[in-house]
């Protein structure tokens, strides 16, 4: 009987990375991608390792263990991974390093788009200690844009990423038809990668991070002193010595000279430089070495940048005093900018607080109001929703919006904009009666007689806020609650949507400020939206006649270091078929989008108005986000994807406990959510009587008018305010999809089967 062949074997070299490998072949095992065998070489490392792969193979058949009598070095202990694998891609993974979700089903992916190239190149991400993650810098080689797959000189740029084995899957037939094979040494992913790529006759890329680069903060290979760094110029001869040969029988290996020589000379000049690397009575050996490569492999006339061309003939010359002594003239003057330039901040910013206390002294003007978001974002949320009712109801007042320049195309015309930190916003602040922010307003804010401070606060209140944060120190990290008291207590007013709200803010946030439960102003275009307006915005945003489009917009998660999807979105669309598609939204907090825009899967964490998202959309998807009692009051399905409900109640808390009371269906893990789509239940009538209890408690002014009602009694001194419309009589507008289609619109299969996707991160 045949045994069948894996499409990936994913090699593990491991050696004195116990604290690391857990982590690293869980995040191989929890691949939704299931077609692999991992195969773990024990490197005769002196820990734990070889237990720990153990306990991975007993536990799961596809891992298998490899076993070296001595320690050879990464190189070899990836060779015997070779020799031992049958899979159809060759995929190399560090011991410390990880695979992020779903990586191995978006090279799959891929790897069958392009063909089955003999090399496909992936992106990473560096991940340090401290929980930060920096995409690699030369991601833009990775772009899929043109023809794939391609050879490399249609693609030389991608020789400018870094040389190793862990960023590309390649095919096994392929590296054993050219005998390519790792070398013994440090740097041995060096002459493993340049004739990789070369003698490729097929490669594709894929932009799109697959691999999380440790970055140690003591004890990795290359990061510890050692003479063992003088292997680097063993390893460019390997290089150089394999253009030689091939340069006998294929002529096109002459073009890359120009092109390794620059690579090798900026490699050897990032080893000498690094203080981490070489021991100080090895320093000059390195540098009479590294004259003799230079001088040995060089091309004239290879193009170059002037700084760099300089750095390669210091390196050449072996002028070594002179090389320091340019480093230490270069590190001076940097270091007397940097004290320049704080020395010109810390004076910029005495002056504007000595402007604006000279300005709190000038009388106030009581036409003039000044608007604000979070973080000095564009025009919008419930701070635009009160600026538009203010230039409508309240036109003397002239009103002024406070953003970074960046956002100022966002602010309407006739509003003034303003540049956080200068001297206008400064006299703002100072001499405007009105103050309107969903956010503190700031430590140095001094609130004057006569100043009205109203604060709209984020939206209605799910997770915990305020002072119940001193129960969730994981949270709470540093919070000044004294300075949160200070400020809660200069409010005058706080806009609530509900009575659910102002209970909440009234013990979190106590202060003297008078409630204003009139409703969320920013929900009133979506009451007062119609479908002509819905048709535009999905026209817009390339929404197909009749598709079915999914918002999903989850929420920050505080316990993780690293946010990621909690959904693989292509599969989702995959499976549920051509009519739908998903519009993803990350959290502002996650400093990226939750998945590239392909297919139907579209990305639109960079749109400036979510209301205008929950428009377009025809249902919500969301976990524990405040959008969804927006999206309430609009009536349209809401889906909660509740994973890991105990550990996000443990660390952050919630107010409403949504398993009791939903605003829809619920779904645990990626499967089931398919299946409510797939069957129609999230349309269904069960999830819209859940929907209206969910409206009638948390929507009971949300009818269009919640913003007028704020300035009709906080600008014209009106004490009633205009009544509001009752939950029946309202008629927002209703989704695109299923006014075309009242039938449920899947027939997919709801899939069989457990799914087992976790993340170690």
């Given at each position: 009987m045949d045994v069948p062949v894996p499409r990936f074997?994913?090699?593990?070299?491991?050696?004195?990375?116990?604290?690391?490998?857990?982590?690293c072949l869980e995040s191989v095992l929890a691949q939704s991608y299931p077609d692999f065998e991992v195969i773990v070489v024990d490197d005769c490392s002196p820990d734990a390792c070889g237990a720990i792969a153990d306990e991975f193979a007993a536990l799961d058949p596809r891992v298998r263990v490899v076993r070296l009598p001595r320690n050879e070095g990464l190189g070899p202990a990836r060779n015997a991974g070779m020799e031992r694998a049958v899979g159809d891609y060759l995929v190399f993974l560090d011991g410390d390093d990880t695979l992020t979700p779903h990586a191995l089903r978006a090279v799959a992916d891929r790897i069958k788009e392009t063909g089955d190239p003999d090399v496909l190149v992936y992106d990473y991400a560096r991940t340090y200690w401290t929980g930060k993650t920096v995409r690699n810098q030369a991601a833009a080689h990775l772009t899929e844009q043109g023809p794939a797959p391609f050879r490399l000189a249609d693609r030389p740029g991608l020789l400018k990423l870094l040389m190793v084995a862990w960023n590309k899957a390649v095919r096994r037939e392929f590296a054993e038809r050219e005998g390519l094979a790792f070398p013994p040494g440090y740097y041995e992913d060096t002459p493993w990668t340049y004739p990789v790529l070369i003698t490729a006759g097929t490669i594709a890329t894929l932009d799109r991070v697959c691999v999380h680069y440790r970055q140690r903060l003591r004890g990795s290979i290359l990061g510890t002193p050692s003479e063992r760094h003088l292997d680097v110029f063993t390893q460019y001869d390997r290089v150089f010595a394999f253009l030689e040969a091939r340069e006998a029988t294929h002529p096109d290996p002459a073009r890359w000279r120009p092109l390794l020589y620059r690579r090798m000379a900026d490699h050897l000049t990032t080893v000498y430089t690094r203080p981490d690397r070489l021991p100080r009575p090895l320093r000059a050996e390195f540098l009479r070495r590294a004259r003799v490569h230079c001088r040995r492999y060089r091309v004239p006339g290879a193009p170059a940048p002037l700084p760099v061309r300089l750095r390669h003939a210091l390196l050449r010359l072996g002028l070594r005093r002179t090389y320091a002594a340019l480093r230490l003239a270069s590190a001076l003057r940097r270091r007397t900018a940097r004290g320049a330039s704080a020395l010109l901040r810390a004076?910029?910013?005495?002056?504007?607080?000595?402007?604006?206390?000279?300005?709190?002294?000038?009388?106030?003007r009581a036409d003039r109001a000044v608007f604000a978001v979070e973080g000095n974002r564009g025009y919008g949320r419930d701070p635009g929703a009160l600026e538009e009712a203010f230039r409508r109801l309240a036109p003397h007042v002239r009103t002024a919006w406070a953003a970074d320049p960046a956002h100022h195309h966002t602010v309407p015309p006739g509003t003034r904009r303003l540049t956080p930190g200068t001297a206008a916003h400064g006299t703002a602040l100072a001499r405007s009666r009105y103050l309107v922010c969903d956010a503190p307003f700031g430590p140095g804010l001094v609130?004057?007689?006569?100043?009205?401070?109203?604060?709209?606060?984020a939206g209605t209140p799910l997770k915990h806020m305020g002072l119940d944060l001193q129960e969730r120190p994981g949270v709470a990290r540093g919070t000044d609650f004294t300075g949160l008291l200070r400020e809660a207590g200069s409010w005058d007013y706080v806009v609530s949507a509900n009575r659910h709200s102002t209970l909440t803010w009234e013990r979190v946030h106590?202060?003297?400020?008078?409630?204003?439960?009139?409703?969320?102003?920013?929900?009133?275009?979506?009451?007062?939206?119609?479908?002509?307006d819905v048709a535009r915005l999905?026209?817009?945003?390339?929404?197909?006649?009749?598709?079915?489009a999914i918002l999903y917009a989850p929420t920050h998660r505080d316990y993780r270091r690293t946010q990621r999807a909690a959904l693989d979105l292509e599969r989702v669309v995959r499976r549920l078929g051509p009519r739908f598609m998903v519009l993803a939204r990350a959290h502002p907090a996650h400093g990226?989008?939750?998945?590239?825009?392909?297919?139907?899967?579209?990305?639109?964490?960079?749109?400036p108005h979510v209301e205008s998202l929950c428009l377009a959309a025809d249902a919500l998807v969301t976990d524990y986000s405040s959008l969804m009692f927006d999206c309430a009051g609009l009536d349209r399905p809401i889906v909660l994807h509740a994973d890991e409900p105990e550990a996000y109640e443990a660390v952050r808390g919630t107010y409403v406990d949504l398993r009791s009371f939903p605003p829809g269906a619920i779904a645990r893990d990626e499967d089931e959510l398919i299946g409510v789509f797939a069957s129609g239940e999230w349309h269904g009538t069960r999830s819209a009587r859940l929907r209206a209890a969910f409206r009638e408690r948390f929507c009971p002014y949300d009818?269009?008018?919640?913003?007028?009602?704020v300035v009709r009694r906080v600008v014209l001194g009106e004490q009633d305010p205009p009544p509001v419309v009752p939950l029946a009589e309202r008629r927002p507008a209703p989704p695109a999809a299923l006014v075309r289609t009242p039938a449920p619109l899947a027939t997919v299969p709801q899939p069989v089967g457990p799914r087992t996707v976790t993340d170690s991160l």
């Open positions: 074997s994913v090699i593990v070299p491991a050696h004195q990375v116990q604290a690391y490998l857990h982590a004076a910029r910013a005495g002056a504007l607080r000595l402007h604006y206390r000279v300005q709190c002294c000038l009388p106030l609130r004057r007689r006569g100043q009205v401070l109203v604060q709209t606060q106590p202060g003297g400020w008078t409630a204003l439960e009139h409703g969320q102003p920013r929900t009133d275009v979506l009451q007062r939206a119609t479908a002509a999905r026209e817009t945003l390339g929404i197909p006649e009749g598709t079915v990226g989008p939750l998945a590239a825009s392909a297919g139907r899967v579209l990305d639109v964490s960079g749109h009818d269009g008018r919640a913003a007028e009602r």
